[in-house]
């Protein structure tokens, strides 16, 4: 009888459960009754789910007859419903195409895309990732109207990504470089791994971006990084490797040793340098009996640039449930560099957790851990590079004889030899290791209905550690026996060990009061709160700075102690803030909004230290005015701002005098005074000048813009701005007598003014959808105010009314063919010959001089642009995209243009360069680079060394597929999808230099760079 009641009550409770989960199946189609392959269906409160097949049909069991279900696919719009008792449910969901409801990221909060008056553009995480990179910064790249990004170097770890937000804002030390804001504190971008981003939002003009104020004014970058998913645990593995090559590399270098040695006598009669290489020499490399090995046509490039494999992993964790949801993701990378020697790995972490308390509080916290560790020379990838270039092809990096040992020069009677970049490559690295935490929590209180209280607060922490240890290497000649001595030790930048340690540590906090109402037609949303900074900066250097007993007992401790030194630093700042913000809106249709922030930091006197910077925007929806009858007009909304931003990212106290005491090289001081007499004591001294009185400095923009939607699918933004940044925070050029440095002191104007425009279109073409795509933005930078012109050493000059750096330097007006020709020319410098280029004369006086240069437009792009495709049909999906800049110029010159830099083999094309038999009008008579008066012409600066650096560039291609869900769930997975990725597939561009994509402000004018990177990834994506 027990048995048979508890028999009972196993049947009835089998029943009651059968009875509440229960199978649900169906299709998910579009509009057009295709189906939408690979579209997600959820149960939203268990977070269960699956993807349709290649039939849009989906099947899923559902606890009960109260659940609801959501399904989601990327450019349509959600759908979610109660599911009831039915078992069947089929969908059809329309195309997304407007995204005047999307929530953007803004400053402090949040608003919705229709609502914004400011200068605003967004990015997703999904559109970024698009491209695989190991550094989330370069996939901004064409993706933000507004936003400049070049990438400097392709070198591991180091890229130099410089960013600029509507052109150069200031030609002060305060930078140019924007605000970037993570999970609502000031952060790394590079410290994140791409797969963890969410969103990233730019603020543009004074609208947007016044409520962070002092900080602000080279705009301001907002990262969110991917929050928790209610339901259950869901794993997802991300894994690449990309195969990773240079784009580029010097074409068509002289590496026959024969060829190379008669082109070096020949330039060394044109230069009037006596050494030259002798028949009996030449004779060695040219004889077709002779030891290869011994007499080789040496490629130094072979040595140095190599192919790798870059590898990226990433495994995410989310899930939650009862109002707490988490998303955990651990990323690794792993990215040897094309220049043997570099490498870089990162190890990172991000962790969110987010909880519902009750109905009235919210807590939540972020944490990002990242590790990295880099490899590198320590003069640089470029001096590498330079080196590398440098070398004859008369001889290799390694003598012939099989011992292992390091050629320094191969005949050093007739060339000064180079460093062996061979050998610093595998004996003399640095190694630098990054240790980064970012950390913060929130608590939002529902103190009443409409009115939150949130407060936030948290810190970055970043350790550093250097260590450059510079061992001795012997370096020999090519055909040195087995007891010959060494030429030379190898040039490693100094010599011992330095071991440096830097360490800054950041905290922030705020407490903010939000409060939203409606009245009837009105909403009105008040923001205000107050927020501190602090920052603190550390720096150990220690050091012994003479040749150690060995190379393998690399520590400081191993060294003489004889040349010990130890320095030490440290720093603070701090900002103490107030802001606020109003939006108000009438029938969604006339929409207000106006910030303010008040600023005060440390870095100015107590008399300038606070600052006031406010802004007001405001919008007009034509169509909910009228128009509205106009089916093809979606929305059309015109927008106008103006406001106030500051900078303050000088140096710490300049207004201050500040004394330095420093001591010298083991034996005395750098300030030496005899306060008694004979004896001489160490002392301080001022070495700078000050001003007392220096102020913010101030960028003022103005904006209108206007956002139109089309056919509820093509989305047009147009904005046009004005950028004037005064009261420039700038140390002028002083007389050098009197021997200070000079002042920091509020000087100058620059104005930016610029258009940007923005096109998506978002449709569908039978079974395929697609999205295409626009990009253009034109600035122009101007010297407002400076004072007297300046002339750099970059061939440079800063001048009122010019944008700031152009380029300044004779006209290049041909070469000289004959002496008649000579005589009938105006004057030249260094007593010009046949062969030598002529320059204008400008100011008509028949001599040519230094008055004679020239302002040349194109330091700038006149403008950028940028194009996108994607489509997808059934499993299969594609992207594409495409970058290019217009306009700029760069002046490039040395190793790989010019002949016989430090012995660098020339370009074959001065094989046809100009001879009394050859009267060539393009190519000079060759020479040795910095050897007699044909150098000091042919290297004199002018347009013949400026280039056209305008590019298009096939950025990104990528084509995946997504196996089927049926196959999938057959291997325990939700999803399954490869791809495949092209980066940096081609450039199209008259620029002869490696790359053409190089930072306005960097002063580099080398021909060659460390390139970028061509990278052909396979990568594979699982959820389970």
């Given at each position: 009888?027990?048995?048979g009641?508890?028999?009972?009550?196993?049947?009835?409770?089998?029943?009651?459960?059968?009875c509440?989960?229960?199978?649900?199946?169906g299709?998910?189609?579009?509009?057009?009754?295709?189906?939408?392959?690979?579209?997600t269906?959820?149960?939203?409160?268990?977070?269960?789910?699956?993807?349709?097949?290649?039939?849009?049909?989906?099947?899923?069991?559902?606890?009960?007859?109260?659940?609801?279900?959501?399904?989601?696919?990327?450019?349509?719009?959600?759908?979610?419903?109660?599911?009831?008792?039915?078992?069947?449910?089929?969908?059809?969901?329309?195309?997304?195409?407007?995204?005047?409801?999307?929530?953007?990221?803004?400053?402090?909060?949040?608003?919705?895309?229709?609502?914004l008056?400011?200068?605003?553009?967004?990015?997703?995480?999904?559109?970024?990732?698009?491209?695989?990179?190991?550094?989330?910064?370069?996939?901004?790249?064409?993706?933000?109207?507004?936003?400049s990004?070049?990438?400097?170097?392709?070198?591991?770890?180091?890229?130099?990504?410089?960013?600029?937000?509507?052109?150069l804002g200031?030609?002060?030390?305060?930078?140019?470089?924007?605000?970037?804001?993570?999970?609502?504190?000031?952060?790394?971008?590079?410290?994140?791994?791409?797969?963890?981003?969410?969103?990233?939002?730019?603020?543009?003009?004074?609208?947007?971006?016044?409520?962070?104020?002092?900080?602000?004014?080279n705009?301001?970058?907002?990262?969110?990084?991917?929050?928790?998913?209610?339901g259950?645990?869901?794993?997802?593995?991300?894994?690449?490797?990309?195969?990773?090559?240079?784009?580029?590399?010097?074409?068509?270098?002289?590496?026959?040793?024969?060829?190379?040695?008669?082109?070096?006598?020949?330039?060394?009669?044109?230069?009037?340098?006596?050494?030259?290489?002798?028949?009996?020499?030449?004779?060695?490399?040219t004889?077709?009996?002779?030891?290869?090995?011994?007499?080789?046509?040496?490629?130094?490039?072979?040595?140095?640039?190599?192919t790798?494999?870059?590898?990226?992993?990433?495994?995410?964790?989310?899930?939650?449930?009862?109002?707490?949801?988490?998303?955990?993701?651990?990323?690794?990378?792993?990215?040897?560099?094309?220049?043997?020697?570099?490498?870089?790995?990162?190890?990172?972490?991000?962790?969110?957790?987010?909880?519902?308390?009750?109905?009235?509080?919210?807590?939540?916290?972020?944490?990002?851990?990242?590790?990295?560790?880099?490899?590198?020379?320590?003069?640089?990838?470029?001096?590498?590079?330079?080196?590398?270039?440098?070398?004859?092809?008369?001889?290799?990096?390694?003598?012939p004889?099989?011992?292992?040992?390091?050629?320094?020069s191969?005949?050093?009677?007739?060339?000064?030899?180079?460093k062996?970049?061979?050998?610093?490559?595998?004996?003399?690295l640095?190694?630098?290791?990054?240790?980064?935490?970012?950390?913060?929590?929130?608590?939002?209180?529902?103190?009443?209905?409409?009115?939150?209280?949130?407060?936030?607060?948290?810190?970055?922490?970043?350790?550093?550690?250097?260590?450059?240890?510079?061992?001795?290497?012997?370096?020999?000649?090519?055909?040195?026996?087995?007891?010959?001595?060494?030429?030379?030790?190898?040039?490693?930048?100094?010599?011992?060990?330095?071991?440096?340690?830097?360490?800054?540590?950041?905290?922030?906090?705020?407490?903010?009061?939000?409060?939203?109402?409606?009245?009837?037609a009105?909403?009105?949303?008040?923001?205000?709160?107050?927020?501190?900074?602090?920052n603190?900066?550390?720096?150990?250097?220690?050091?012994?700075?003479?040749?150690?007993?060995?190379?393998?007992?690399?520590?400081?401790?191993?060294?003489?102690?004889?040349?010990?030194?130890?320095?030490?630093?440290?720093?603070?700042?701090?900002?103490?803030?107030?802001?606020?913000?109003?939006?108000?809106?009438?029938?969604?249709?006339y929409?207000?909004?106006?910030?303010?922030?008040?600023?005060?930091?440390s870095?100015?006197?107590?008399?300038?230290?606070?600052?006031?910077?406010?802004?007001?925007?405001g919008?007009?929806?034509?169509t909910?005015?009228?128009?509205?009858?106009?089916?093809?007009?979606?929305?059309?909304?015109?927008?106008?701002?103006?406001?106030?931003?500051?900078?303050?990212?000088?140096s710490?106290?300049?207004?201050?005098?500040?004394?330095?005491?420093?001591?010298?090289?083991?034996?005395?001081?750098?300030?030496?005074?005899?306060f008694?007499?004979?004896?001489?004591?160490?002392?301080?001294?001022?070495?700078?000048l000050?001003?007392?009185?220096?102020?913010?400095?101030?960028?003022?923009?103005?904006?209108?813009?206007?956002?139109?939607?089309?056919?509820?699918?093509?989305?047009?933004?147009?904005?046009?701005?004005?950028?004037?940044?005064?009261?420039?925070?700038?140390?002028?050029?002083?007389?050098?007598?009197?021997?200070?440095?000079?002042?920091?002191?509020?000087?100058?104007?620059?104005?930016?003014?610029?258009?940007?425009?923005?096109?998506?279109?978002?449709?569908?073409?039978g079974?395929?959808?697609?999205?295409?795509?626009?990009?253009?933005?034109?600035?122009?930078?101007?010297?407002v105010?400076?004072?007297?012109?300046?002339?750099?050493?970059?061939?440079?000059?800063?001048?009122?009314?010019?944008?700031?750096?152009?380029f300044?330097?004779?006209?290049?007006?041909?070469?000289?063919?004959?002496?008649?020709?000579v005589?009938?020319?105006?004057?030249?410098?260094?007593?010009?010959?046949?062969?030598?280029?002529?320059?204008?004369?400008?100011?008509?006086?028949?001599?040519v001089?230094?008055?004679?240069?020239v302002?040349?437009?194109?330091?700038?792009?006149?403008?950028?642009?940028?194009?996108?495709?994607?489509?997808?049909?059934?499993?299969?999906?594609?992207?594409?995209?495409?970058?290019?800049?217009?306009?700029?110029?760069?002046?490039?010159?040395?190793?790989g243009?010019?002949?016989?830099?430090?012995?660098?083999?020339?370009?074959?094309?001065?094989?046809?360069?100009?001879?009394?038999?050859?009267?060539?009008?393009?190519?000079?008579?060759?020479?040795?680079?910095?050897?007699?008066?044909?150098?000091?012409n042919?290297?004199?600066p002018?347009?013949?060394?400026?280039?056209?650096?305008?590019?298009?560039?096939?950025?990104?291609v990528?084509?995946?597929?997504?196996?089927?869900?049926?196959?999938?769930?057959?291997?325990?997975?939700?999803?399954?999808?490869?791809?495949?990725?092209?980066?940096?597939?081609?450039?199209?561009?008259?620029?002869?230099?490696?790359?053409?994509?190089?930072?306005?402000?960097?002063?580099?004018?080398?021909?060659?760079?460390?390139?970028?990177?061509?990278v052909?990834?396979?990568?594979?994506?699982?959820?389970?």
């Open positions: 009888m027990k048995n009641l508890l028999l009972l009550v196993l049947c009835f409770s089998m029943a009651h459960a059968w509440q989960s229960f199978r649900v199946t299709t998910v189609k579009d509009e057009g009754g295709a189906p939408l392959v690979g579209a269906v959820m149960v939203k409160k268990t977070g269960a789910s699956t993807l349709t097949d290649t039939a849009g049909r989906y099947t899923l069991f559902v606890p009960d007859d109260k659940s609801a279900l959501v399904v989601t696919f990327s450019g349509y719009e959600r759908v979610d419903d109660i599911i009831g008792r039915r078992t069947t449910w089929d969908v059809v969901l329309r195309v997304q195409a407007s995204s005047l409801n999307d929530v953007v990221v803004v400053g402090y909060g949040t608003q919705k895309k229709a609502d008056t400011g200068a605003v553009a967004a990015v997703t995480g999904a559109d970024m990732n698009k491209r695989v990179a190991t550094d989330p910064t370069q996939l901004l790249q064409g993706k933000l109207p507004g936003l990004l070049t990438q400097g170097t392709g070198e591991a770890g180091n890229e130099a990504f410089v960013l600029r937000v509507r052109g200031t030609n002060s030390s305060a930078g140019s470089d924007p605000l970037v804001i993570v999970d609502g504190l000031p952060g790394s971008l590079g410290a994140l791994d791409p797969q963890n981003i969410e969103s990233v939002t730019l603020l543009k003009d004074a609208a947007s971006a016044a409520i962070y104020g002092t900080r602000a004014a705009g301001v970058l907002l990262v969110t990084t991917k929050q928790g998913t209610a259950k645990l869901q794993l997802s593995l991300d894994y690449s490797v990309g195969i990773t090559r240079a784009t580029a590399l010097p074409k068509n270098l002289v590496y026959n040793s024969a060829e190379y040695m008669v082109l070096w006598d020949t330039a060394a009669n044109h230069s009037g340098y006596p050494n030259e290489f002798t028949q009996a020499q030449i004779d060695n490399y004889s077709p009996t002779r030891n290869k090995k011994l007499y080789p046509d040496y490629n130094w490039l072979d040595a140095l640039m190599r790798v494999s870059v590898q990226n992993v990433h495994l995410g964790i989310t899930g939650g449930r009862n109002g707490t949801t988490y998303n955990v993701g651990l990323g690794y990378v792993d990215q040897p560099d094309i220049m043997i020697g570099f490498s870089y790995k990162k190890y990172n972490l991000q962790f969110n957790l987010n909880s519902r308390v009750n109905s009235y509080i919210t807590f939540g916290s972020s944490l990002t851990l990242n590790y990295g560790q880099r490899f590198y020379a320590s003069r640089g990838s470029q001096d590498q590079f330079l080196s590398d270039l440098s070398q004859s092809p008369m001889y290799g990096p390694i003598l004889d099989g011992s292992g040992r390091y050629t320094n191969v005949y050093p009677s007739v060339q000064t030899p180079n062996n970049p061979v050998a610093i490559a595998q004996n003399a640095v190694n630098n290791r990054d240790y980064y935490m970012q950390t913060n929590m929130y608590v939002n209180v529902r103190l009443l209905n409409g009115l939150d209280w949130r407060t936030s607060g948290g810190f970055n922490f970043d350790f550093n550690k250097i260590y450059d240890f510079k061992p001795v290497i012997n370096q020999y000649n090519w055909f040195a026996g087995p007891t010959d001595p060494p030429e030379r030790t190898l040039d490693v930048n100094g010599q011992g060990l330095i071991v440096t340690e830097n360490n800054s540590f950041y905290p922030v906090g705020y407490t903010q009061l939000t409060y939203t109402r409606s009245f009837g009105h909403d009105l949303k008040l923001l205000g709160g107050t927020q501190a900074e602090y603190q900066s550390q720096s150990l250097v220690g050091s012994r700075n003479t040749p150690f007993a060995n190379n393998i007992t690399q520590e400081l401790n191993a060294g003489p102690a004889g040349s010990q030194l130890a320095s030490g630093t440290s720093s603070q700042w701090a900002l103490r803030s107030f802001y606020g913000r109003l939006n108000y809106d009438y029938k969604e249709k929409l207000l909004e106006a910030n303010a922030r008040y600023d005060a930091s870095r100015f006197p107590p008399s300038n230290r606070w600052g006031l910077f406010p802004s007001i925007s919008g007009w929806v034509v909910k005015d009228f128009l509205s009858d106009v089916h093809w007009l979606t929305q059309w909304k015109v927008r106008g701002s103006w406001g106030k931003l500051g900078n303050q990212n000088i710490n106290y300049p207004y201050q005098d500040v004394y330095t005491s420093a001591n010298a090289y083991n034996t005395g001081t750098y300030y030496a005074y005899s008694s007499g004979t004896t001489l004591n160490s002392g301080v001294a001022d070495n700078a000050t001003d007392p009185k220096i102020k913010w400095e101030t960028t003022r923009i103005v904006d209108f813009g206007t956002d139109v939607t089309l056919f509820n699918r093509l989305n047009v933004t147009v904005d046009g701005y004005n950028k004037l940044t005064y009261d420039i925070l700038f140390q002028p050029a002083i007389p050098a007598y009197i021997g200070l440095t000079a002042p920091t002191i509020n000087n100058g104007r620059m104005r930016n003014t610029g258009v940007e425009i923005s096109a998506q279109y978002t449709g569908k073409a079974q395929v959808n697609f999205s295409v795509g626009g990009q253009l933005q034109a600035n122009k930078n101007t010297l105010k400076f004072g007297a012109p300046q002339i750099t050493a970059n061939n440079t000059i800063n001048e009122e009314g010019k944008p700031f750096g152009s300044y330097m004779y006209e290049f007006a041909g070469i000289f063919q004959s002496v008649k020709d005589q009938n020319s105006p004057v030249q410098q260094y007593t010009p010959q046949p062969g030598y280029m002529k320059f204008k004369d400008v100011d008509g006086n028949d001599t001089n230094a008055n004679d240069r302002i040349v437009p194109g330091v700038f792009p006149k403008f950028e642009y940028s194009f996108n495709a994607s489509a997808a049909w059934k499993n299969f999906d594609l992207s594409m995209f495409f970058y290019g800049s217009y306009g700029q110029k760069q002046y490039v010159s040395g190793w243009l010019q002949p016989f830099d430090q012995g660098s083999p020339p370009p074959s094309d001065w094989k046809n360069a100009w001879t009394p038999a050859n009267h060539s009008t393009t190519m000079p008579l060759i020479y040795i680079l910095g050897q007699g008066n044909a150098s000091s042919i290297n004199t002018s347009t013949y060394y400026l280039k056209d650096a305008s590019f298009f560039r096939i950025k990104s990528q084509l995946g597929y997504t196996l089927p869900a049926f196959l999938a769930r057959h291997v325990a997975m939700n999803a399954l999808r490869v791809y495949f990725t092209g980066d940096n597939l081609y450039t199209f561009t008259k620029f002869p230099g490696l790359d053409p994509e190089r930072a306005v402000e960097s002063g580099n004018v080398r021909f060659v760079v460390h390139p970028q990177n061509q052909f990834t396979f990568g594979v994506k699982a959820t389970f």
